[in-house]
């Protein structure tokens, strides 16, 4: 099975393809290089998130990988970083174990504290909130590999430069730049 389509400078810098001058010719013409002149915050943000908006994308221009296309992917890169961080304030605010009074006709799951009338019994709102800051981080970090925003995605976004040019190989010597 054939891997992603990597940039033919990656590829030229690997050294494990035999192409042609025209073969990269051909693949540099293909290759999709998306203008960056219209990078601004959209309409729908908040001031605050703008401000995050601002800062994040002139870094993200800055290392050559945004484009005008990335706007709405880094605004709901935004979006979804505040409502995780919302999430997880409330989180840290609430316990992950309520106590009842209980009543002799009261219905309420748990367990009874020895020689007193409360019941322990997991907090459902608190359940319901770790499950949406699950959701909402896997938004964030999703969103984040996809604008290179992490380690990782660096890594492959990045094009390293090339090894200087020394001396030439006993191939280069006998067939040259082929």
């Given amino acids: 099975m054939a891997g992603k389509r990597q940039p033919i400078d990656l590829l030229l810098y690997k050294g494990k393809k035999n192409l042609t001058k025209q073969e990269i010719e051909t693949r540099k013409k293909q ?32 290392i050559g990988i945004m484009s005008n ?48 009338t409360i019941k322990e019994a997991a907090s459902g709102v608190y359940a319901d909130l770790l499950l949406n800051q ?17 380690i990782a995605s660096r890594c492959r976004l990045v094009i390293p430069e090339g090894p200087e040019k020394g001396e030439p190989s006993e191939f280069e010597q006998k067939f040259g730049d082929v």
Avoid: W
């Avoid at 999709?32 to 309409?43: E, F, G, H, L, M």
């Avoid at 890169?77 to 009261?106: F, G, H, W």
């Avoid at 699950?134 to 992490?150: E, H, I, N, S, V």
């Fill in 31 to 62: 290759e999709v290089k998306a203008p960056a002149d219209k990078i601004r915050a959209p309409s729908y943000l908040s001031k605050e998130h703008k401000r995050d908006f601002n800062k994040i994308s002139k870094e993200l221009e800055r």
């Fill in 69 to 116: 296309l990335d706007v709405d992917a880094l605004a709901r890169y935004i979006i979804s970083r505040q409502m995780y961080l919302d999430v997880t304030e409330a989180l840290l605010n609430r316990k992950p174990i309520v106590q009842y009074e209980v009543k002799e006709n009261d219905d309420v799951d748990g367990e009874l504290i020895p020689n007193t």
């Fill in 134 to 150: 699950d959701k909402l981080f896997k938004q964030c970090r999703q969103a984040a590999a996809d604008l290179g925003m992490t």
